[in-house]
Every structure is written in C-alpha cells, then in structure tokens.
C-alpha cells in the first residue's frame, strides 16, 4: 500500500517494482482512501519523463514549474534560459582563452588546430550518455547516494568508457592518417586525447549526478550542455598537454 502522504513518483515507482496491477491508497490513520492503477502510474511517468527532460535542458523555473513556449510570459521565458546560456558562455570564454594562449605550438603544428573541436566532443558526448544512464537509475531508485552506489556505478562505468575510448580513438587515428597524412607523433597526440577524454567525460558524468545529489540538487539540472562545456575545459588541457609532452622539441627548435 502507499500513503496519501507519499509523492506520486513513489507510488508510482512501487507499482513498477513490484509489478502489481494496483495498489491501494490509505490515509494517515491506514483507512483506504481509494487505489493507484498501473494506467495511473505509466501517466505519472509520462509526467516526470517530461519534467525531467525539462529541467535537463535547464527549463524548468525555480519554483520547479515548466516552461511553455505558448503560455509563459516572456519575463519568466527569459530569466530561466538566460542563466544556462551565461553560465556556459563563461566557460566557453575560459576555453577560448586557453586555446588562444597556445598559439606557440599551433603555430608549429598547425594540424593540430583540427583536432581541438571532435575530441573535446567526444568527452561531452560520452559525459552526456553516462549522466543520463545514472539520472534514469536515480528516478527508478536502482541506485542512491550511497558511497557503494558509486563505487558500483563508477566500476561498471570505467571497462565500459575505456572501450568506448579505444575504439573512437582507434578511428579517429586511422581517419586522421589516410585523410591528413600527418606524423606519428601528432596521431599518438590525437589518439591518446581522444582516449582520456572520452574516458573521463565518462566518469565525469556518472559522478555528477551524485554531486548533485549530495549537495541537495536535483541531478536533472546538470544539463548536457553544462556537462559539454565543463567537457570542453578539460579536454583542451588534456589535448594540449599530450601536444606538449610529444611534439615540445618543435618549440625548443624554433626558439
């Protein structure tokens, strides 16, 4: 049974674990108020499903009401969207500077310039899949914040990223060797790059959620493209520190 206190998303998930076709609803003094049906539990999660897609594309007012494009003034439409679009404005302008003060080595291997924007793709990319995976686990309750919760999670997480690493960085080589022809040096650069940052965007995303989680925010709220653009700032140190560590004798020949 559930309880007129309790949210709807519970009843609902109880339903779903349980697999029963209905369950009936008691009042505070265990008196039967009426029942909730599987048909009302799959319209509650049509529900949530939308709230929190919502909210991952940052949406979602806080009040916790959605957004319409149709009904909501123009003030409230404003006010919700602006505060993603600034906030991942000041990243992109972190990482454009970044990228800027590496003219040196650009300038040396320009190819490299190439490279910048699908590497750092593939790390939001991979980020966005593991945070969604780890939000959906949230509302089904399969997991919680419980530090074995994420030890499991960032275990099932790492063999699973690191493949994925391998083979997009395996193609991303080939491709870039029969397309450019460039040196082996810089392929190990763009091969190794793409590999830890899909790696990493991977364990970045599924622990995210998590922080949200502890810090008493809903998970849903970290969207994909926030996790893209904290994506972007790491991926360009990694991609430029491996540029570094294999092709910085260029740097040292020129000056």
Do not use: H
Not at 90 to 105: M, P
């Amino acid at each position: 049974w559930v309880s007129t206190m309790d949210d709807k998303e519970d009843a609902a998930q109880a339903l779903s674990k349980y697999g029963f076709l209905a369950m009936p609803v008691v009042d505070l003094e265990n008196r039967l108020v009426g029942i909730v049906t599987v048909d009302d539990a799959m319209d509650i999660e049509k529900q949530e499903d939308a709230t929190q897609l919502a909210r991952f594309g940052g949406t979602v007012t806080t009040d916790g009401t959605d957004l319409d494009i149709l009904e909501s003034p123009f003030r409230k439409m404003f006010s919700v969207r602006v505060f993603w679009l600034v906030l991942l404005t000041l990243f992109g302008v972190v990482t454009s500077t970044f990228v800027a003060a590496q003219e040196e080595i650009l300038s040396q291997v320009i190819v490299l310039a190439a490279f910048i924007a699908p590497i750092v793709d593939m790390g939001g990319n991979a980020g966005s899949q593991s945070a969604t995976l780890v939000i959906r686990a949230m509302a089904l309750g399969d997991v919680s914040l419980r530090w074995q919760d994420v030890w499991r999670v960032v275990r099932r997480e790492l063999p699973v990223a690191a493949a994925l690493g391998l083979v997009v960085a395996a193609m991303e080589t080939v491709l870039a060797w029969f397309s450019k022809g460039i040196d082996l040096d810089v392929l190990l650069v763009v091969g190794l790059s793409m590999l830890v940052c899909t790696v990493l965007g991977g364990i970045i995303g599924v622990l995210l959620p998590f922080v949200a989680r502890r810090i008493g925010t809903d998970p849903a709220t970290l969207s994909s493209p926030l996790i893209t653009s904290i994506m972007d700032l790491v991926g360009v140190f990694i991609y430029f520190a491996f540029a570094y560590a294999f092709l910085g004798d260029l740097l040292q020949q020129a000056g």
